[in-house]
């Protein structure tokens, strides 16, 4: 698994950080990967699957429309493109 080393960091933002993992009954080290993972990871980012199936619904497809897309779907390999 990674790990990071932070340098130069304040006194005070440590002390802080130290109490604030003791209010949470967590180590230091696992309030730090807590903060983390929720800044690069909010929960409220959004999910490509959860934002398409949100548009189709307010368009107002039915699975009915997708599979009959699939019906008429050419199943053959395109064919490649020449540039010459």
Do not use: C, W
């Not at 604030?20 to 807590?34: D, V």
């Not at 429309?65 to 064919?79: I, N, Q, S, T, W």
């Amino acid at each position: 698994m990674p790990a990071v080393t932070i340098r130069n960091l304040s006194e005070e933002a440590h002390r802080a950080l130290k109490v604030r993992a003791a209010r949470h009954g967590r180590s230091t080290e696992a309030e730090m990967r807590t903060i983390l993972e929720s800044a690069v990871r909010p929960a409220q980012r959004v999910r490509l699957g959860t934002a398409l199936s949100r548009l189709s619904h307010k368009a107002g497809l039915t699975n009915a429309d997708f599979e009959g897309l699939d019906e008429v779907h050419d199943r053959k390999p395109a064919a490649p493109l020449s540039f010459g």
